[in-house]
């Protein structure tokens, strides 16, 4: 038996301006995991068993279009095998909620097939597999969660073609707390990303605007970051957040959570991901975090999350 697991991600700067070309800057967030077992199967064929989302398939020709599936048969094809497997997979990060689920449970296939083959893939061969099944989950994906996901590592990236993106480390120099509202509303990352693709094909030159005022605030917070400014972050997070509801993509419950836990102390505050629902993040002095989470849960959070970014950088 062998098993591979695989982090969320957590967008801190610079989400939907980066399907476009600009920069964006994720990390890693190891402490939410997917999971996958693989094993030989006694009866013939690969079946897939994922409990969470309540699903078993057979995996045969007609599963093409099905996420896991797919990601199954790209790894074997890449490693060169075929055998009769069983999968189990399981995983805590909640679905379509900024997290990048869909991409921990595929890059978690992808690790714990090489695992069982012997075989060991880059994280660029493990981010090119696992972009494959988020064009199923996400339509037009810029790239952003496979990478960070497969590194493992806080990242600048910038799309380019598919094998070209400008993946660069960034540097943490003081770590900081982050809280992180769930608001319990699953927003498909899909549907976000095509309704800001319908706005810029209808009016591209607010929204280019709009896509190149992100990006300078990306670039600033990378600044931020690498000399340790960290009293900088909480406005720019206020700052990218207005442009995120310039395209569209907020919504009155997150709205409601960046009220309740501005007027409780934090600093910043923006959603992370798609948008509309999923998560939204606050920068916080450690000693504020206990009267923040406190705010934004009864103002309807459906969970709070307070980790610390950049101590394992
Ligand atoms: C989703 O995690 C981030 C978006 O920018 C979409 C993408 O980059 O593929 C909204």
Redesign the pocket.
């Known amino acids: 038996m062998s098993v591979g697991t695989a982090c969320g991600?957590i967008?801190l700067f610079?989400?939907?301006?980066?399907?476009y070309g600009r920069p964006?800057l994720a990390v890693p967030f190891s402490e939410l995991r997917a999971s996958v077992t693989v094993k030989a199967r006694t009866g013939q064929g690969i079946v897939i068993r994922a409990r969470d989302l309540g699903r078993e398939i057979l995996v045969g020709d007609t599963a093409r279009d099905d996420a896991l599936a797919a990601i199954t048969r790209l790894t074997l094809d890449k490693l060169g095998k075929s055998d009769n497997l069983e999968l189990e997979v399981s995983s805590e990060i909640p679905l379509a909620s900024?997290f990048?689920s869909g991409a921990a449970i595929s890059t978690a296939i992808v690790r714990a097939l090489a695992s069982y083959f012997n075989s060991s893939l880059t994280p660029d061969e493990i981010s090119t597999l696992v972009f494959e099944t988020?064009k199923l989950y996400?339509g037009?994906?810029?790239?952003?969660?496979n990478t960070v996901i497969a590194y493992e590592q806080a990242i600048r990236f910038v799309?380019r073609p598919i094998g070209e993106h400008e993946i660069l480390p960034i540097h943490i120099a003081r770590p900081f707390t982050l809280l992180i509202a769930d608001t319990g509303i699953a927003s498909p990352?899909k549907v976000?990303?095509g309704d800001?693709r319908q706005g810029w094909e209808r009016d591209p030159e607010r929204y280019e605007r709009v896509f190149d005022a992100i990006g300078a605030i990306v670039s600033e917070a990378q600044d931020a970051l690498a000399h340790g400014e960290n009293a900088q972050l909480g406005e720019l997070m206020r700052r990218n957040h207005q442009a995120l509801r310039a395209l569209g993509?907020s919504s009155d419950e997150i709205e409601r959570l960046i009220a309740a836990g501005s007027r409780a102390g934090a600093s910043g505050a923006k959603l992370?991901?798609?948008?509309r629902g999923g998560n939204v993040l606050f920068f916080v002095e450690a000693d504020e975090a206990n009267v923040v989470r406190a705010a934004v849960l009864r103002a309807g959070a459906a969970r709070v999350i307070v980790t610390v970014i950049g101590e394992k950088a």
Request: no cysteine; proline share 3%.
């Open positions: 991600k967008i610079g989400e939907h301006a980066v399907v964006a900024g990048g988020e996400h037009t994906p810029s790239g952003i969660d799309r990352t976000t990303v800001v993509v992370s991901g798609g948008g």
